[in-house]
């Protein structure tokens, strides 16, 4: 059985422009205490194994030692390496184990496993000079995020029962903590490795809380909303996706949104667009989508209301996809945003992009400004959809901005079909600077007749 967890954990996001550095939320509660309790994820044959020996090294300090602190840290700059010892019987045959980790601050480059031959050295002497060599890469981390839990396959690392060494690494210059067998959440070697769990069934205990669990893994997380979601995107991102089903039923996340960086492949559906609503209100000073994802791809959201409440924040939309590919919103309403309804944006910084994305038999009504946004983004398709009441432009394919970090950039080669618009305070469907977007039996009307100009 994973152990009762309760994590004390700051929220954090990156901030525009500057990678690797993380800021605050303006506005949120910095601390968020989380309750989580977790049922058995592994089968009943699966052992779990805490480290014998557990320290890092360091390249500042060459002679000094770190083996009794309550985290192990990685670094790029300084160099920051962590040893981990496990002492494993009954890995199988042929062996095969998974690494869990608790990672205690967030990573923007991921945390990268290596085997080590040597299983002699000691936690209490070891030192950046007396370093173990590293042996071959095993495993790789994606982007972490701080206060989860990472899960790798280990197995090449693995010979038999006996002593294992592992170390971890990251090309991040931020110092990352990671808990060691002195703290709160030691790392775990698992043999073998748990299923992955390929879903997590959503659904309401009561007023403030929520349970997201697993059928094919066991696991259970209960919670606020955004905890038991977001904890179950981490598990469904580290094993190749999968889906978060909501059932029928209003899920309020209050003053919180679900805020996602760096998610590949898991998928968000509902019992229907009258059926499952997802909503929060907030006054924030700052971006509090509902759905708001960084660097995330191939994902699909349908079958389900998204409502945002909250006063007017030009930038605070309902679904936001900053740097989003290949992705799919299907037969979703958004009935309320405090900004736009639904906007792909592919201006920001490091060659961002948000091309390849569809949206589909969707309805945004009730926004206070755009009901969908292609900002700086190609290749996207627009069909069947109806946007009405809106305060801005039923649909706007558009450029980045002058200041934008990746200035003025167009959106191309789109394609908007088939829409229905009605009651759009600017332009039916506006576009600035693009080429080749293809328009197709869209019908508008009673629009453009609200805003001067």
Same mark, same amino acid.
């Given at each position: ?15 525009? *422009?500057?990678? *690797? ?161 002195? *703290? ?8 073998? &490795? &748990? ?166 038999? @969707? ?18 398709? $627009?069909?069947? @959809?109806?946007?009405?009441?809106? +305060?801005?432009?039923?649909?706007? $394919? ?8 990746? &200035? ?12 229905? $618009? ?11 600077? +693009? ?19």
């Amino acid at each position: 059985m994973w152990p009762l967890s309760v994590t004390l954990h700051r929220v954090f996001r990156t901030a525009p *422009g500057h990678r *690797g550095r993380r800021m605050p939320l303006p506005g949120a509660l910095l601390a968020v205490l989380l309750l989580i309790a977790v049922l058995p994820a592994t089968p009943a044959s699966a052992a779990t194994f805490t480290p014998v020996a557990d320290s890092y090294v360091q390249s500042s300090s060459p002679t000094r030692n770190y083996g009794s602190r309550t985290t192990v840290r990685v670094d790029d700059s300084p160099t920051r390496i962590a040893y981990l010892k496990f002492d494993v019987s009954g890995a199988g045959s042929p062996p095969a184990a998974a690494l869990r980790i608790f990672v205690e601050t967030s990573n923007d480059f991921g945390i990268d496993v290596w085997s080590v031959a040597d299983t002699t050295w000691d936690e209490n002497t070891i030192n950046y000079n007396n370093r173990p060599p590293l042996g071959a890469l095993v495993a790789s981390t994606q982007p972490v995020d701080g206060g989860n839990w990472q899960l790798v396959d280990v197995s090449s690392a693995i010979s038999g029962d006996g002593l294992v060494s592992l170390a971890l690494t990251t090309a991040d210059n931020t110092a990352t903590r990671i808990s060691s067998r002195e *703290g709160s959440n030691p790392p775990e070697l698992l043999a073998p &490795p &748990p299923p992955p769990p390929t879903q997590y069934d959503v659904t309401r205990i009561d007023a403030t809380t929520f349970e997201a669990a697993s059928p094919v893994t066991g696991t259970v997380y209960t919670g606020s909303l955004k905890t038991v979601v977001e904890a179950a995107v981490n598990d469904l991102n580290q094993t190749g996706g999968g889906d978060v089903v909501f059932t029928a039923g209003d899920f309020d996340l209050g003053s919180d949104h679900f805020e996602f960086y760096f998610v590949d492949g898991v998928n968000f559906i509902g019992a229907g667009s009258g059926a499952t609503v997802l909503r929060n209100n907030s006054s924030a000073t700052t971006d509090t989508e509902p759905f708001d994802f960084t660097s995330s791809n191939n994902m699909v959201i349908r079958d389900m209301t998204v409502d945002a409440g909250g006063p007017l924040r030009s930038t605070s939309d309902a679904l936001d996809f900053d740097n989003g590919n290949g992705i799919t919103v299907d037969n979703v309403r958004v009935t309320g945003a405090r900004g736009k309804g639904i906007v792909f944006d592919g201006k920001n910084a490091n060659g961002a992009t948000a091309d390849g994305n569809t949206v589909r038999d @969707c309805e945004v009504s009730g926004v206070p400004s755009d009901g969908i946004e292609l900002l700086a983004s190609n290749d996207n398709e $627009i069909t069947g @959809c109806d946007i009405m009441n809106v +305060g801005g432009h039923g649909i706007q $394919i558009t450029k980045g901005s002058s200041s934008a970090d990746q &200035p003025n950039k167009p959106s191309n080669n789109n394609l908007l079909a088939n829409n229905v $618009i009605d009651q759009a305070g600017q332009d039916g469907i506006n576009i600035n600077s +693009g080429n080749n977007n293809t328009i197709l039996n869209n019908t508008i009307t009673n629009s453009a007749d609200d805003t001067a100009n």
